[in-house]
Nanobody
Framework: VQLVQSGAELRNPGASVKVSCKAS????????IDWVRQAPGQGLEWMGR????????KYAQKFQGRVTFTADTSTTTAYVELSSLRSEDTAKFYC????????????WGQGTQVPVSP
C-alpha cells in the first residue's frame, strides 16, 4: 500500500507545475486524495482534495483559481497542477489518502519538492 509521487520540479515565477501521485495496494476509488504542502520552516497546509470516483473536488479558499486536481482511475494516479507560481509557493507537496470530513489522512506520499526561483 503506497503513494508514489513524481520527482522534484524547479520552476520560474509565473510558470505552472504538475505533480503526480500513483496509488497502489488499495482500491483507489474508495478514498479521497488530499494534497498538502509544506513551505520551508512552516507547517502543513491542506490544499484540498479530490474524490477519484467522480472527480469532485474541494479546494482550500487560498488556492481557488490557481490549483486543479485531477484523477485517472485507469492508472490510479492523481495530479495537482498549480499555476502562476510565486516564490512563496516554494514547498514540498504531498499527496495523501484522505478519509472523512476532518479531513484525515491515513497514507502519505514521499513528497515532491517544488522550488520556485528566477
Amino acid at each position: 500500500v503506497q503513494l508514489v509521487q513524481s520527482g522534484a520540479e524547479l520552476r520560474n515565477p509565473g510558470a505552472s507545475v504538475k505533480v503526480s501521485c500513483k496509488a497502489s495496494g488499495y482500491t483507489f476509488t474508495s478514498y479521497y486524495i488530499d494534497w498538502v504542502r509544506q513551505a520551508p520552516g512552516q507547517g502543513l497546509e491542506w490544499m484540498g482534495r479530490i474524490d477519484p470516483v467522480d472527480g469532485h473536488t474541494k479546494y482550500a479558499q487560498k488556492f481557488q483559481g490557481r490549483v486543479t486536481f485531477t484523477a485517472d482511475t485507469s492508472t490510479t494516479t492523481a495530479y495537482v497542477e498549480l499555476s502562476s507560481l510565486r516564490s512563496e509557493d516554494t514547498a514540498k507537496f504531498y499527496c495523501a489518502r484522505g478519509e472523512g470530513c476532518g479531513p484525515t489522512q491515513t497514507l502519505w506520499g514521499q513528497g515532491t519538492q517544488v522550488p520556485v526561483s528566477p
